[in-house]
C-alpha cells in the first residue's frame, strides 16, 4: 500500500472514531472504546510514516473533491513522513494517556468526538498538497481544538480562553490565505507543485515571508501572537493540552518550513536575519513569562513559546546559510530544528501528562498549594524528573543535544559574509544561551516547589498516585527522552533526507562514527557523546553514594531542622514559586513587565500578618490588544444603535449612502 493512501486511511479512521464517538454519546464505555481505537490507529500511522521516512518514499493521491478544476491532493515526502512521525507519536501517546485520565473527566460528550477530529486534522494539514486542502484542512483544525479548549466551558476564563483562541485562529488562517493567494500569482494554480515551479518577485517573496510568520507564527506562539497560548492550553484537558503544545505547535512549523523553505525557492539573507531576532526574542520572553508563574499548566505554556523560539532561531540560521551556499552549516542548522521539534513534543507531552496527574491527584494547578508530592506520588514525580532534566537541555537526555547542535550552528557565523549575520547571530546566540539558563531555573523552580519539600495544603497531603495507564504513557515518553538523548546519532540519520531534499546537503553520517558520536562538523571542530556522558554520570553518581553510605558516621542522632532561629518550621517557611523567581523578577521584570511588590507591613505590636502582592502586567497584552479589543467593543456598540432606527431614519441612511457613492464614483472617473 503505498504510504499516502495508508495513512488518509488512518485519517479516515480517526473521523469514523469521531463518528463513533457522538453515536455512543454518553455510554459509561465509550471512553475506553474511542481512545483503544484512536490508540491502535495513531500507532499504525505512527509505523507507516517512519517506514516512509527511512524508505525515502514519496507518493501522492488526487481525490475529486475540494475545487471543481482542481481537486484534492495528497502527498508524503520525507518532510511530510518525519512530520506525521511527531503528530502520530502524540496522538498515540496522548490516547494512552486518556485510558486513564479520560475516567476522570467530568464531561468527556465533550471531548471523545473532537479528539480523534483533532488527530486527524492535524494529519491532513501536514497531507495536503495544494492551498486550497492546505487551508481547509488547517481550518478543521483550528475548530476541533477550539472546541476542545471549550470543554469546561463554565470554569473561570475559559470562555474567554475560547474567544481569544478562535479570534487568533481566523486571523491566521486570513494570513496563510493571502500568502497562498501571492504564492498562486495570477494563474491561479493553487497546487504546490505548480507553486514550487513558479518564479516569484522579490517583493511577493517577502510579503509571503510576513504573512507566514503572522499566519504560522501565530498558531506556533511566536511573541508577540503568543497571547492566546497560555489561555487556551491550561483551559483544555491535560492530555489536549500536551496536543496542542507538543503537536500542533510543530504542525505550524512545518507550514513555515513548506512554504519559506520549499515553496518559495532560494531565500534571502536578510529573510534570515527576520526569522532569526523573532525567534531569540520568543525564546526570552517565553522563559521570563514562565519564571514568573505559579499556575503549572500556565507555565508549562509559557514553556512552549521558548521551545518555539529555539525552533524559529535554528530555521533563521539555516536560511541564512542556505541564501549564501553554505549546505553544510545549513543541514546541522536545519537538523537542529528538526531535531528539537522531536525533543519538544516528548518532554512537553511528558510534563503536560505530569501536570494532568498532580490535577488529578490534588485538584490543584497552583504551585502555592502543593509541594511534597514526591512521597505521595513518586512514580509520577521521577518521570516529571526526567521532563524538567530534558527541557533544561541537560545531559544525557534529549533536549541538550538539539540545542547543542543549534549551539554548533551559532559558532559556524564567522563564514556568514554579511556584517548584519555576523553581529545578529553571536547576539541571537547570547539570547538562546540566557533562555537556556533561564530554563533551567524555572524547571527547578516547577519541580522543587511541587513535588520537594513540605505539603503547602491538605490537597497535597491527600493526594495519591494515578492510573496504571497515565503511568504507562509517561513512562514511555521518559525512556524516549533517554533513548534520544544518548542515540541522536540515528534521529540526525533518519533525518538527512529532509535536509537532503530541502537544503541540497546534509550533515555527515553519524552510524559510521565510533562509540556512537555525533560530528556536526568535523572532529577537529567538535563532537559528543551521549551514551559515555551517560555511562559517566551513572558511575560518579553511584561512587559517590557508595563512599557518602560506606564512610559516613553510622552514629544516628536526631534534632530538629534549623529554620532560621524556630525549632519547628512550617511549610510557609519553604521557598515559594514567587520567592523563588524573585531576583529574576527584581532584573528583568521592572523593564518587561512593569512589575512591583506591594508590601503591607504592619506596626510593632499588631498581630496583623504581612503580606506581600506583586503585580505584574502583560505590556503585549495591554499595549497591542487589549486597545484593539477596546475599539472593536466600542464600534460594536456604536453600530448596535443602528438596529434601532425608525423607518424615516433607515431611508435617510440609505439615500445619504447612495449620494456618497454616486460622488465617489464621479470623482474616481
Known amino acids: 500500500m503505498a504510504p499516502v493512501v495508508l495513512q488518509?486511511?488512518?485519517?479516515?479512521?480517526?473521523?469514523?472514531?469521531?463518528?463513533?464517538?457522538?453515536?455512543?454519546?454518553?455510554?459509561?464505555?465509550?471512553t475506553a472504546i474511542v481512545y483503544s481505537l484512536t490508540l491502535a490507529v495513531s500507532l499504525l500511522a505512527f509505523f507507516g510514516s517512519i517506514r516512509s521516512l527511512l524508505g525515502g518514499d514519496i507518493s501522492d493521491l488526487t481525490l475529486p473533491i475540494g475545487l471543481p478544476w482542481l481537486g484534492a491532493h495528497f502527498r508524503t515526502d520525507a518532510l511530510a513522513s518525519f512530520f506525521l512521525v511527531v503528530v502520530n507519536l502524540g496522538g498515540a501517546s496522548a490516547s494512552l494517556y486518556g485510558l486513564g485520565y479520560g475516567q476522570h473527566e467530568p464531561a468527556p460528550h465533550r471531548v471523545l468526538p473532537f479528539l480523534p477530529a483533532f488527530l486527524a486534522g492535524m494529519n491532513l494539514v501536514v497531507l495536503a498538497d495544494d492551498a486550497f486542502s492546505y487551508l481547509l484542512c488547517w481550518?478543521?483544525?483550528?475548530?476541533?481544538?477550539?472546541?476542545?479548549?471549550?470543554?469546561?466551558?463554565?470554569?473561570?476564563?475559559n470562555a474567554k480562553a475560547g474567544y481569544v483562541y478562535l479570534v487568533m485562529a481566523s486571523f491566521g488562517t486570513l494570513a496563510l490565505?493571502?500568502?497562498?493567494?501571492?504564492?498562486?500569482?495570477?494563474?491561479?494554480?493553487?497546487?504546490?507543485?505548480?507553486?514550487?515551479?513558479?518564479?516569484?518577485?522579490?517583493?511577493a517573496a517577502t510579503l509571503v515571508l510576513i504573512l507566514m510568520l503572522l499566519g504560522a507564527g501565530s498558531k506556533a506562539g511566536l511573541v508577540p501572537l503568543h497571547v492566546w497560548l497560555p489561555l487556551a492550553h491550561p483551559a483544555a484537558p491535560s492530555h489536549v493540552s500536551a496536543l496542542m503544545s507538543g503537536v500542533m505547535t510543530k504542525v505550524a512549523i512545518y507550514g513555515f518550513i513548506r512554504v519559506i523553505f520549499d515553496l518559495l525557492g532560494q531565500p534571502t539573507w536578510w529573510a534570515g536575519v527576520v526569522v532569526l531576532i523573532l525567534g531569540g526574542i520568543t525564546a526570552v520572553m517565553g522563559i521570563l513569562y514562565a519564571m514568573m508563574e505559579t499556575d503549572l499548566k500556565r507555565l508549562l505554556a509559557y514553556s512552549t513559546i521558548e521551545n518555539i523560539g529555539v525552533i524559529f532561531a535554528s530555521l533563521g540560521l539555516a536560511l541564512a546559510?542556505?541564501?549564501?551556499?553554505?549546505?553544510?552549516?545549513a543541514a546541522l542548522a536545519f537538523t537542529a530544528a528538526l531535531f528539537h521539534v522531536l525533543n519538544h513534543s516528548l518532554f512537553k507531552s511528558l510534563l503536560f501528562f505530569g501536570a494532568g496527574a498532580v490535577l488529578t491527584a490534588t485538584g490543584e494547578r497552583d504551585m502555592e498549594k502543593l509541594g511534597g508530592l514526591i512521597h505521595r506520588m513518586p512514580q509520577t514525580s521521577f518521570a516529571v524528573l526526567v521532563g524538567c532534566v530534558a527541557i533544561s537541555a541537560l545531559p544525557p537526555f534529549n533536549g541538550f543535544v538539539s540545542e547543542w547542535l543549534m549551539f554548533q550552528a551559532v559558532l559556524q557565523s564567522p563564514e556568514l559574509p554579511q556584517w548584519a549575520l555576523k553581529i545578529a547571530v553571536p547576539a541571537v546566540g547570547a539570547l538562546l544561551a540566557l533562555a537556556a539558563a533561564l530554563a533551567a531555573a524555572c524547571f527547578v523552580k516547577a519541580y522543587g516547589v511541587t513535588f520537594l519539600g513540605r505539603s503547602r495544603g491538605t490537597a497535597a497531603e491527600t493526594a495519591h498516585e494515578v492510573d496504571r495507564y497515565s503511568l504507562v504513557a509517561m513512562f514511555i515518553l521518559a525512556a524516549l527522552c533517554l533513548l534520544a538523548g544518548i542515540l541522536p546519532g540515528l534521529v540526525i540519520d533518519a533525518l538527512s533526507p529532509i535536509t537532503t531534499a530541502i537544503l541540497g546537503g546534509r550533515m555527515p553520517i553519524q552510524a559510521n562514527e565510533p562509540w556512537l558520536s555525533i560530528v556536526p562538523i568535523a572532529e577537529s571542530r567538535s563532537s559528543y557523546n551521549g551514551l559515555l556522558v551517560m555511562v559517566f554520570i551513572t558511575i560518579s553518581a553511584s561512587l559517590a553514594v557508595f563512599f557518602i553510605h560506606r564512610f559516613a558516621s553510622h552514629a544516628l542522632r536526631r534534632a530538629p531542622a534549623w529554620g532560621c532561629g524556630f525549632s519547628d518550621s512550617t511549610p510557609a517557611a519553604q521557598y515559594s514559586a514567587g520567592s523563588f523567581a524573585q531576583p529574576i523578577r527584581r532584573v528583568f521584570g521592572t523593564m518587561l513587565f512593569h512589575a512591583r511588590d506591594h508590601v503591607e507591613m504592619p506596626a510593632p505590636g499588631d498581630t496583623r500578618p504581612a503580606r506581600l502582592r506583586i503585580e505584574l502586567h502583560d505590556l503585549v497584552w495591554e499595549g497591542m490588544y487589549a486597545p484593539i479589543a477596546g475599539a472593536v467593543g466600542y464600534s460594536a456598540d456604536w453600530l448596535n444603535r443602528l438596529q434601532f432606527l425608525t423607518i424615516r431614519q433607515y431611508l435617510s441612511l440609505v439615500f445619504a449612502t447612495l449620494v456618497t457613492l454616486l460622488l465617489v464614483l464621479a470623482i474616481w472617473s
Open 177 to 203: 490565505l493571502l500568502a497562498f493567494g501571492l504564492l498562486a500569482g495570477p494563474a491561479g494554480d493553487y497546487g504546490f507543485a505548480a507553486i514550487r515551479s513558479a518564479q516569484h518577485t522579490p517583493y
Open 8 to 30: 488518509m486511511s488512518c485519517v479516515a479512521g480517526l473521523l469514523g472514531g469521531a463518528g463513533l464517538a457522538i453515536f455512543l454519546s454518553r455510554a459509561r464505555s465509550a
Open 321 to 329: 546559510f542556505q541564501a549564501n551556499g553554505l549546505k553544510l552549516a
Open 139 to 157: 481550518e478543521f483544525m483550528s475548530l476541533a481544538s477550539w472546541a476542545l479548549v471549550m470543554a469546561h466551558h463554565r470554569e473561570p476564563g
